[in-house]
């Protein structure tokens, strides 16, 4: 692709031309690939060139937005996780980075990610005015920062997923394989402080992103995501069933708190009978076992793989939404769900308070880790529909008014504005052709 004009100025309101970086980007493995997908979008409505350097699950994008494969073993794939590639799949050094770190019991995926990105890119240094990293935060991007400028983006720090993956270990030998598994996050800290500009998206990772990674409050910038209000939004013809609960479980991590939402759901199938759609793929493991264990498998529906337009009909036929997390950095899953106007029941976890507003008026909420007061919450809305109708309206008008695609994009934008006046960097667009 043929590089565009060079910038005139670089406080002007000229496109950027903007490589984005995502080691993950499917939507449906995360809130990291529903940001990849949107927020690439909404640069391209405001006239910006983006082009995305994914690794698989690869994201879904705007028909505007090029992508380049960057080809992993794909070592943890759906069908089979874990797997140990052939001899003849190396092709590359980050291939055997990947598989060496893996041989380890590391996840392996964000350091080979970042070598392969330095690969792809050191020929285009030209065609780019900055590169935008998606919490990849692997070495290589000491390297690409080097090259050109560069802006990372962090959702929250996963130290919090590592403390409570090991805070949840049945054994101690269970807890040593899951501080070998997170030993990326190590390299994700040491990366971060290097990082000229760190785009968050809540206070409250700010906040935790400071305690636990060590990055300087004067390097983070807060830049809230958005939702596309357009399409997440009421469905009054569709008829709500009653006692119908939804979720998202994009993964089977202690973090998201599912385990609390099942035991919560079998306290109020004692009483009721509930049914739960949970928005992902059923897999083995912890919470698949919990649901046999409790009797739950006739009353819980798994969707995965539809359009944003199934997710908002589903959101539609529930009575209430759920976010049941130990932890959040932000919850995308919340806002999409109050923008369609369902009352969300959600805990106090990490930043959902920030996010979903004030308890009775924008949301249900309830400490995190706590079944019982989860069911509590839930009975609250299941036994007052006018409560519920009061809820789901309020919450539909806060996320309106604070949060959209475009104005991610447009506050990410001044991000990148900042970043390009650093001196050490217009040096390097200087140095790339890219300014005179």
Not at 10 to 18: A, G, K, Q, T
Not at 105 to 125: D, I, Q, W, Y
Not at 191 to 204: D, F, G, T
Not at 314 to 320: G, I, R, S, T, V
């Amino acid at each position: 692709m043929a590089a565009s004009p060079l910038p005139r100025s670089l406080s002007s309101d000229e496109p950027l031309r903007i490589a984005y970086l995502t080691y993950r980007g499917k939507p449906h493995v995360g809130g990291q690939g529903v940001y990849t997908r949107h927020l690439t979008k909404a640069l391209a409505d405001l006239g910006h060139e983006v082009e995305v350097y994914g690794g698989q699950p690869y994201p879904i994008l705007d028909d505007r937005v090029a992508l380049h494969e960057l080809r992993s073993l794909d070592l943890f794939n759906d069908l089979y996780p874990g797997r140990f590639p052939a001899y003849w799949e190396f092709k590359s050094v980050a291939d055997l980075v990947e598989v060496a770190q893996f041989s380890t019991g590391t996840f392996s995926e964000p350091l080979a990610f970042s070598l392969r990105a330095v690969k792809a890119l050191r020929p285009r240094v030209r065609d780019f005015d900055l590169i935008h990293d998606n919490q990849c935060l692997g070495y290589g991007c000491v390297r690409l920062e080097q090259m050109m400028p560069l802006i990372t983006t962090l959702h929250h720090p996963i130290t919090k997923d590592r403390e409570l993956e090991m805070n949840h270990a049945p054994s101690g030998s269970k807890r040593r394989a899951i501080r070998r598994w997170y030993r990326f996050v190590e390299m994700q800290g040491r990366v971060a402080r290097r990082m000229p500009r760190i785009v968050v998206v809540s206070e409250n990772s700010i906040k935790d992103i400071h305690g636990d990674m060590g990055v300087d409050l004067d390097k983070m910038r807060l830049v809230p995501v958005g939702v596309d209000v357009e399409l997440f939004k009421p469905m009054p013809h569709v008829q709500r069933q009653p006692n119908r609960l939804i979720t998202t479980a994009s993964a089977d991590v202690a973090l998201k708190g599912l385990q609390y939402l099942l035991e919560a759901v079998a306290k109020l199938r004692t009483e009721r009978d509930i049914r739960l759609t949970i928005i992902g793929k059923p897999r083995p493991g912890h919470s698949m076992d919990l649901i046999e264990r409790l009797g739950l498998k006739p009353y819980i529906d798994f969707v995965s793989g539809v359009p944003d337009e199934r997710i908002v009909e589903l959101y539609a036929e529930a009575e209430l939404a759920v976010v049941p997390s130990l932890y959040e950095g932000f919850s995308l899953p919340a806002i999409e769900a109050m923008a369609t106007g369902i009352c969300l029941v959600a805990t106090t976890g990490g930043a959902l308070p920030e996010v979903t507003g004030t308890d009775g008026e924008t949301v249900l909420s309830c400490p995190a880790g706590d079944s019982d007061a989860l069911a509590a919450a839930l009975r609250r809305g299941l036994d007052n529909a006018a409560l519920r109708a009061t809820v789901g309206d309020a919450g539909r008008r806060r996320v309106v008014e604070r949060w959209s695609w475009r104005h991610c994009a447009k506050l990410t934008v001044d991000q990148y504005r900042e970043v390009l006046s650093f001196p050490q960097n217009v040096e390097k667009l200087r140095r790339n052709g890219r300014i005179a």
